[in-house]
């Protein structure tokens, strides 16, 4: 895995709940000067970190803190000045990393060096995109890491380490899967969140998703057959599920209901899968924009999050010719549909 993040042109570290660096790419040493060890907020303090028009940052303000408390960092910009040195401005990314339980446990962090930078505003978006995108399996995969290593402690090897490996197994794939699309894709010709279908058991993907949340919810998944297969990236199809179950969570009060179904209205006809919840609902004058890039709802109030999954969930749907839609929504819930078409069900 790490001689895939060494391949890429920008620097990438995971820093723990001390703001150490646990893991990092040969990059970050060559743009931000750091490596695996660094105590990231030890360093900008030293480097004098601070706005590009010369403000320095609190130190309780850096985007390494601040990711720390649980606030993702979308594309600050930090300049760093050590003795001696010259000046490197860095555009930095962080999102903050979970366990099972919810809390924050680290950050992952990337950047590229600004000092010369002329990006367009699509190649700032794509970066932006992509660093979400990064955020659920490192968090899924380091959830399930932790949990082997309790479990390992405790009992020694057993079912329930084999299944969290596993898991931390199949997301680190779907990692590694992304940074070659991070490396790709900033080439404005190559497709973006490009699907490779393969005959998938839907059925066993969703109850795979499901069976990685539910702690703090009631969460029941339903499905009239205990398989259908379709030809679909199931990667992708994953990511989909993921974002849509865990945004019911986000939304949804501990203890409150949530309701995934799964159904093929007749055979060869559209595939549906719906996600209903029981949360704040979505604002009439939000749904037209729901669906737009880094759009937020207006009454989310302080709930993490970037915008960005449900526009990438849509846009990963639509290469497999599908769709995803807002059904309904009230004070009390929301139900999202994904769609499949039936041409891929084999």
Same mark, same amino acid.
């Given at each position: 895995?790490?001689?895939?993040?060494?391949?890429?042109?920008? !620097?990438?570290?995971?820093?723990?709940?001390?703001?150490?660096?646990?893991?990092?790419?040969? /990059?970050? *040493?060559?743009?931000? %000067?750091?490596?695996?060890?660094?105590?990231?907020?030890?360093?900008?303090? %030293?480097?004098?970190?601070?706005?590009?028009?010369?403000?320095?940052?609190?130190? =309780?303000?850096?985007?390494?803190?601040? !990711?720390?408390? %649980?606030?993702?960092?979308?594309?600050?910009?930090?300049?760093?000045?050590?003795?001696?040195?010259?000046?490197?401005?860095?555009?930095?990314?962080?999102?903050?990393?979970?366990?099972?339980?919810?809390?924050?446990?680290? $950050?992952?962090?990337?950047?590229?060096?600004?000092?010369?930078?002329?990006?367009?505003?699509?190649?700032?978006?794509?970066?932006?995109?992509?660093?979400?995108?990064?955020?659920?399996?490192?968090?899924?995969?380091?959830?399930?890491?932790?949990?082997?290593?309790?479990?390992?402690?405790?009992?020694?090897?057993?079912?329930?380490?084999?299944?969290?490996?596993?898991?931390?197994?199949?997301?680190?794939?779907?990692?590694?899967?992304?940074?070659?699309?991070?490396?790709?894709?900033? =080439? $404005?010709?190559?497709?973006?969140?490009?699907?490779?279908?393969?005959?998938?058991?839907?059925?066993?993907?969703? &109850?795979?998703?499901?069976?990685?949340?539910?702690?703090?919810?009631?969460?029941?998944?339903?499905?009239?057959?205990?398989?259908?297969?379709?030809?679909?990236?199931?990667?992708?199809?994953?990511?989909?599920?993921?974002?849509?179950? $865990?945004?019911?969570?986000?939304?949804?009060?501990?203890? %409150?209901?949530?309701?995934?179904?799964? $159904?093929?209205?007749?055979? /060869?006809?559209?595939?549906?899968?719906?996600?209903?919840?029981?949360?704040?609902?979505?604002?009439? /004058?939000?749904?037209?924009?729901?669906?737009?890039?880094?759009?937020?709802? *207006?009454?989310?109030?302080?709930?993490?999050?970037?915008?960005?999954?449900?526009?990438?969930?849509?846009?990963?749907?639509?290469?497999?010719?599908?769709?995803? &839609?807002?059904? *309904?929504?009230?004070?009390?819930?929301?139900?999202?549909?994904?769609?499949?078409?039936?041409?891929?069900?084999?």
């Amino acid at each position: 895995m790490l001689h895939v993040l060494d391949e890429l042109p920008v !620097a990438m570290s995971i820093i723990d709940g001390k703001g150490r660096i646990v893991l990092c790419n040969s /990059a970050t *040493s060559m743009i931000g %000067g750091a490596s695996t060890g660094t105590d990231l907020q030890r360093m900008m303090r %030293g480097a004098n970190a601070h706005h590009p028009d010369g403000r320095p940052f609190a130190a =309780d303000d850096v985007p390494t803190a601040r !990711a720390l408390r %649980g606030e993702v960092v979308r594309g600050e910009l930090v300049a760093l000045k050590r003795d001696g040195a010259t000046e490197r401005t860095l555009h930095l990314s962080a999102v903050p990393l979970r366990d099972t339980s919810g809390t924050i446990v680290g $950050a992952v962090l990337v950047s590229i060096d600004a000092s010369e930078l002329r990006a367009t505003d699509d190649q700032l978006r794509l970066m932006a995109m992509l660093v979400h995108e990064l955020r659920t399996p490192l968090t899924t995969a380091w959830g399930h890491v932790q949990m082997a290593k309790r479990t390992l402690e405790r009992s020694g090897p057993t079912s329930v380490l084999a299944k969290s490996l596993q898991i931390a197994e199949i997301q680190l794939r779907r990692l590694g899967r992304l940074l070659q699309e991070m490396q790709t894709s900033i =080439d $404005a010709r190559a497709p973006l969140f490009d699907v490779t279908p393969e005959p998938t058991d839907l059925v066993a993907l969703v &109850r795979g998703v499901t069976s990685r949340h539910g702690q703090r919810h009631v969460l029941e998944f339903r499905a009239p057959i205990e398989t259908l297969v379709a030809s679909v990236d199931a990667d992708r199809i994953d990511e989909i599920v993921e974002n849509l179950v $865990a945004n019911a969570e986000l939304y949804t009060v501990p203890g %409150g209901a949530i309701l995934v179904t799964l $159904a093929q209205a007749k055979p /060869a006809g559209d595939i549906e899968l719906q996600v209903k919840d029981s949360g704040i609902g979505v604002p009439d /004058a939000d749904r037209s924009h729901l669906f737009e890039p880094s759009f937020r709802g *207006s009454n989310v109030g302080e709930r993490g999050g970037t915008g960005l999954g449900l526009y990438i969930s849509r846009l990963i749907a639509q290469r497999h010719g599908g769709d995803l &839609r807002l059904e *309904s929504t009230s004070s009390t819930g929301a139900t999202f549909t994904l769609v499949l078409p039936g041409r891929g069900h084999i």
